[in-house]
């Protein structure tokens, strides 16, 4: 009688053991299928959020080449600045917004705005850009700017600009502003300020892709003088923005500075002052930032779009996903 109570004890024993195993097992398969159930959702979001925020940028690309022969481009007109337009915008089931990595620090009717499209002919082109340039932005290191200009030569020298019949970017010496880090003396903070600036750095007046020329109507103080133009100068062409008013051509421009065309063409000094300025832009820069409500996920694509050709072209596409 004792043997037997042994006996369905061991087997009770084994009973409860192989129910503990099946019950792992169980649990083990359950929180699988709820970590492959987690990816194939997250997958799936990323899918979709991507073909939203690319859907973004093509909705930009398609309104900037609908102004692409404007006269001008102020960066202040509706199309190019609205909230309404670029800030929680539905497309399907997904939300974007549209940001503007060219944003810049300074006073505030002087900047360009935080989200919409930003102009890279609003700043000079480290690929292109003159030692006597740099050095005409206030406080920009001679030993720095005779650094870029040599490491930019050894480098290939100038890359050719971009015109309207020809987009050459693949020889560019420098591809991104973060390319003049490897140069001594020449770091993150030189370029960009420290964290959680209020205050404009030498990078909010460079870039590494534009036409190299300078749109007056959105170009900043220490970018128009570093062209050429003089402190008083440069507060006249501000003034007309605080108006929203835009300069289409130089003898408007002139006009403006009080000048006569003929007179700045008998001045050497003049037409090489001239010679970068042009009125409406053709290379833009933005990052498109999709989203849907409790996704695990959102989508940002940095896109640079190039409106000068016969066809508008899109360059330097980079895409990311980032837990929400």
């Not at 084994?14 to 359950?30: C, D, F, K």
Request: glycine fraction near 8%; hydrophobic fraction near 40%; charge should be neutral.
């Amino acid at each position: 009688m004792g043997a037997c109570r042994v006996q369905r004890g061991y087997v009770l024993l084994a009973t409860l053991g192989v129910m503990a195993v099946l019950s792992l097992m169980l649990s083990s398969l359950s929180y699988q299928a709820r970590v492959e159930t987690a990816i194939e959702r997250h997958v799936l979001e990323a899918s979709k959020l991507r073909a939203a925020a690319r859907g973004a940028v093509h909705t930009v690309a398609a309104r900037l080449r609908a102004h692409a022969r404007d006269p001008a481009y102020s960066g202040r007109a509706d199309w190019s600045t609205a909230a309404g337009l670029y800030r929680d915008q539905a497309l399907g089931d997904s939300r974007y917004t549209i940001h503007n990595p060219l944003f810049r620090q300074g006073p505030v009717d002087e900047r360009p705005a935080l989200i919409g499209p930003g102009d890279a002919e609003s700043r000079l082109n480290v690929n292109l850009v003159t030692r006597e340039q740099l050095m005409g932005l206030p406080g920009f290191p001679a030993s720095l700017a005779d650094a870029i200009v040599s490491r930019r030569e050894s480098l290939g020298g100038e890359a050719p600009a971009l015109d309207p019949e020809n987009l050459e970017l693949i020889a560019a010496p420098f591809r991104r502003l973060r390319d003049l880090t490897a140069i001594p003396g020449v770091d993150e903070e030189f370029l960009f300020g420290p964290p959680n600036r209020f205050q404009t750095a030498f990078g909010d007046h460079l870039t590494a892709a534009s036409t190299g020329r300078i749109n007056v109507n959105t170009a900043s103080r220490e970018v128009l003088q570093a062209i050429g133009f003089t402190e008083q100068q440069a507060d006249i062409l501000l003034s007309l923005r605080r108006q929203n008013k835009t300069l289409e051509s130089h003898a408007q421009l002139l006009e403006t500075l009080g000048l006569e065309l003929t007179e700045a063409d008998a001045h050497a000094a003049w037409q090489e002052r001239l010679g970068p300025v042009i009125y409406r832009s053709y290379t833009f820069n933005l990052e498109a930032e999709a989203w849907k409500p409790n996704a695990p996920v959102q989508v940002r694509i940095a896109a640079a779009i190039y409106t000068g050709g016969e066809r508008l072209t899109l360059f330097r596409w980079h895409e990311r996903t980032e837990e929400s």
